[in-house]
């Protein structure tokens, strides 16, 4: 059964940073590009960072880059979404997600993403 666990989410100040893990179970977890999304209160889910099968390849939205980077350790069927220079804005229920696929590059696009994780809560706030 594939599955897929988020945590490392929480409370934190502005400006101050969080290290999100996504741990899969249950597939071959390198033949999977996984996508980070967000999802902030009275809004739509928006893919804002994914990472290719190898970690060759990443892809961040406009509204975290230079701030977000992520990261996978296949061996240990592990991604991470490091968060650095946090913002109110940032608050929302982050979730991870997986696509089976043969292509080197990673996509976002949300309606692509069959398995998902059940989320963690991110709130930034003084």
């Known amino acids: 059964q594939l599955q897929l666990v988020e945590s490392g989410g929480g409370l934190v100040q502005p400006g101050g940073s969080l290290r999100l893990s996504c741990v899969a179970s249950?597939?071959?977890?390198?033949?999977?590009?996984i996508t980070w999304f967000r999802q902030a209160p009275g809004k739509e889910r928006e893919g804002i960072s994914c990472?290719?099968?190898?970690?060759?390849?990443?892809n961040y939205a406009d509204s975290v880059k230079g701030r977000f980077t992520i990261s996978r350790d296949n061996a240990k069927n592990t991604v991470y979404l490091e968060m650095n220079s946090l913002k109110p804005e940032d608050t929302a229920i982050y979730y991870c997600?997986?696509?089976?696929?043969?292509?080197?590059?990673?996509?976002?696009?949300?309606?692509?993403?069959?398995?998902w994780g059940q989320g963690t809560q991110v709130t930034v706030s003084s």
């Open positions: 997600a997986a696509l089976r696929t043969v292509q080197v590059m990673c996509v976002m696009a949300e309606r692509k993403y069959a398995y």
């Open positions: 249950g597939f071959t977890f390198d033949y999977y590009g």
């Open positions: 990472i290719s099968r190898s970690g060759g390849g990443t």
